[in-house]
C-alpha cells in the first residue's frame, strides 16, 4: 500500500472537489454551486462532524478548490509545502487519532465542531503531507487529455495512469489515436 486508508481517501476527495471547477469538469460548468452538490460530495467523500448548510459553508468550500488546485499546479515541493503548511496554520491543526466508522485508528487535525471548510481543508492538506514526506508527488497529476483540465492521484505501481475518471478520457484519447491512424493508413 502506497498511502494509508485515510490518506488515499482525502487525496481522492480533493481530486473530486478540484474536478467541480468549469475548467477542470466534463460539463465545462462548475459542479459546486448549490447546497445539493455540497452534500452529495459531503456524503459520498464520508466526511463527518458538524455542518451548518449555508451559504457561507458552500461559498468557503468553492474557494478551497482554488487552493487545492494550486498544489496540483506546483513546480517544487517547496512551492507545495508553503500551500500545505498555510492551509494547515489557518485550519488550525492540532492532529490526533480517532477510530469510527470501521475506518480503524487514523488521524484527524482538528475537531468535529470546527467550520466544514476548515476540516476539509487540514485534512487534504494532512494528506498531502504523507505525499510530501513520502516524495510522491508526481503521482499528483493533470489529465493528459488534450482538451481536459481534470486533476488525478496515480495510485498506480508503475506511476502509469494518464488520464481522469471525470470523462472518460482514456477512452476518447484511444478512439481518437485509432481514428487518426486509419485516416493515415
Known amino acids: 500500500m502506497l498511502f494509508t486508508h485515510d490518506v488515499e481517501l482525502s487525496l481522492l476527495a480533493a481530486t473530486t472537489l478540484v474536478n467541480t471547477l468549469p475548467d477542470a469538469s466534463h460539463s465545462g460548468e462548475d459542479e459546486f454551486t448549490t447546497m445539493a452538490q455540497l452534500d452529495e460530495w459531503f456524503e459520498g467523500e464520508g466526511f463527518t462532524g458538524a455542518r451548518l448548510h449555508t451559504g457561507a459553508e458552500l461559498e468557503s468550500l468553492r474557494a478551497l478548490r482554488l487552493r487545492l488546485r494550486a498544489l496540483w499546479e506546483t513546480e517544487s515541493d517547496e512551492q507545495a509545502v508553503a500551500i500545505v503548511n498555510g492551509m494547515l496554520a489557518e485550519g488550525g491543526a492540532l492532529p490526533r487519532l480517532v477510530d469510527h466508522d470501521g475506518l480503524g485508528w487514523h488521524i484527524h487535525a482538528n475537531a468535529p465542531d470546527a467550520p466544514l471548510a476548515d476540516r476539509v481543508m487540514v485534512e487534504m492538506a494532512m494528506a498531502w503531507v504523507d505525499v510530501l514526506r513520502q516524495g ?45 491512424r486509419n485516416a493515415a493508413g
Open 136 to 180: 510522491e508527488r508526481s503521482r499528483m497529476k493533470r489529465c493528459a487529455a488534450d482538451d481536459c483540465g481534470a486533476v488525478l492521484v496515480d495510485f498506480s505501481r508503475n506511476r502509469s495512469k494518464r488520464f481522469c475518471d471525470v470523462g472518460n478520457c482514456g477512452n476518447r484519447m484511444n478512439v481518437r489515436a485509432f481514428r487518426a
